[in-house]
Nanobody, 122 residues
Framework: QVQLVESGGGLVQAGGSLRLSCAAS????????MGWYRQAPGKQRELVAT???????DYAASVTGRFTISRDNAENAVYLQMNSLKPEDTAVYYC????????????????WGQGTQVTVSS
């Protein structure tokens, strides 16, 4: 099994910054794509940013230029630096990791973190 532990959420004023962290632990062969999603009250969960094992990144249009995703493969961690935060960024943020559990096994498994609340006040 793989466990994901998130941290770094909180309350911040508009224009401020937060940094989210997500660390993976357990038994696995490789962490593939790592990403952040968010879900605001009454809305569907949406993609925020992803980063693959080579470091290529992808961002939602609404956060491009303000958020930066990064990963530390040695620490099995992914981070989300959020700058210039807006009230519309308020949501529960979830870490998601696509994991190859065993060498030579093509099937990948998705794991989610427990979520961390980010609240941006106007």
């Amino acid at each position: 099994q793989v466990q994901l532990v998130e941290s770094g959420g909180g309350l911040v004023q508009a224009g401020g910054s937060l940094r989210l962290s997500c660390a993976a632990s357990g038994k696995f062969f490789r962490l593939n794509v790592m990403g952040w999603y968010r879900q605001a009250p009454g809305k569907q969960r949406e993609l925020v940013a992803t980063i693959n094992s080579s470091g290529s990144t992808d961002y939602a249009a609404s956060v491009t230029g303000r958020f930066t995703i990064s990963r530390d493969n040695a620490e099995n961690a992914v981070y989300l630096q959020m700058n210039s935060l807006k009230p519309e960024d308020t949501a529960v943020y979830y870490c998601k990791v696509v994991v190859t559990l065993y060498a030579g096994v093509v099937v990948n498994n998705n794991y989610w973190g427990q979520g961390t609340q980010v609240t941006v006040s106007s």
